[in-house]
């Protein structure tokens, strides 16, 4: 594995699903170039957004990370359709090449979302996209960074589709409270590891009772709608 990275160390951008991101050395982890010269980056929600997100849905993108999630999407739902939000300053200049290499301009707004508006803390880890609201054991330190509250995104972007990996997050953002009756589709990855495997169920639970139905699951990957699914859209 590691002489394929050696062999694959002057290769600068990677294509998946009809898009293409920059994957040189010195620009990305080398765990993230790894799942991406496999193939297999963020390859769980990739295949459920394919799956579920139809042209001119707004797309409401909660945790970017390099963009790679974002840009499939935007392939689907069409240029300004996604609005995403990322916590990790560190990630931005990532993100916005990764759009500019699609030929796409991304509309990103640094910051986290929350269950209300304000100041939250952050742990910013080495590895740029592990860093996490939550607190977590490893080498982080701790910042102040800009919250959004999860109702007042909806009011404004009023999206059809939410995605959202948010490290642990999912539970306070998708909560009781969280005001998704005109939300179609939901694409979610759960971390048990960091939040409970009792708390992720629950979650889930939350959302089935909430009228959602739960078309697919990958992991700790889940794919939410309302809508009927097709048996094409499965395959």
């Known amino acids: 594995m590691i002489g394929d990275l050696k062999r694959l160390?002057?290769?600068?951008?990677?294509?998946f699903d009809g898009v293409a991101v920059h994957a040189a050395r010195n620009e990305l982890p080398f765990e993230v170039r790894r799942l991406l010269f496999r193939g297999i980056?963020?390859?769980?929600?990739?295949?459920?957004?394919?799956?579920?997100?139809k042209r001119g849905d707004r797309v409401l993108e909660v945790g970017c990370g390099i963009g790679a999630v974002s840009l499939v999407v935007t392939r689907m739902a069409g240029e300004g359709q996604v609005w995403s939000l990322e916590a990790n300053s560190m990630l931005e200049p990532v993100i916005k090449r990764n759009y500019a290499l699609n030929g796409w301009t991304?509309?990103?707004?640094?910051?986290?979302?929350s269950k209300v508006?304000?100041?939250?803390?952050?742990?910013?880890?080495?590895?740029?996209?592990?860093?996490?609201?939550?607190?977590?054991?490893?080498?982080?330190?701790?910042?102040?960074?800009?919250?959004?509250?999860?109702?007042?995104?909806v009011d404004e972007i009023r999206p059809d589709?939410?995605?959202?990996?948010?490290?642990?997050?999912?539970?306070?953002?998708?909560?009781?409270?969280?005001?998704?009756?005109?939300?179609r589709t939901i694409v979610l990855e759960l971390h048990p590891k960091i939040v409970g495997l009792q708390a992720t169920d629950q979650l889930v639970d939350s959302l089935l009772g909430r009228g959602f139905d739960l078309i697919g699951?990958?992991?700790?990957?889940?794919?939410?709608?309302?809508?009927?699914?097709?048996?094409?859209?499965?395959?």
Request: no cysteine; glycine share 4%.
């Open 9 to 15: 160390a002057g290769v600068k951008t990677v294509r």
């Open 106 to 113: 991304p509309n990103l707004r640094i910051a986290a979302v």
């Open 217 to 235: 699951r990958r992991g700790n990957v889940v794919w939410l709608d309302r809508a009927a699914v097709t048996a094409s859209q499965l395959t």
């Open 161 to 183: 589709v939410i995605i959202a990996d948010v490290e642990g997050a999912e539970i306070e953002i998708f909560d009781a409270d969280a005001p998704l009756d005109r939300v």
């Open 41 to 53: 980056y963020e390859n769980k929600e990739r295949e459920f957004v394919r799956k579920a997100v």
């Open 117 to 153: 508006s304000g100041r939250v803390s952050f742990e910013v880890d080495e590895n740029i996209i592990s860093s996490s609201m939550a607190s977590r054991a490893g080498r982080r330190r701790t910042i102040e960074i800009e919250a959004v509250a999860i109702s007042e995104l």
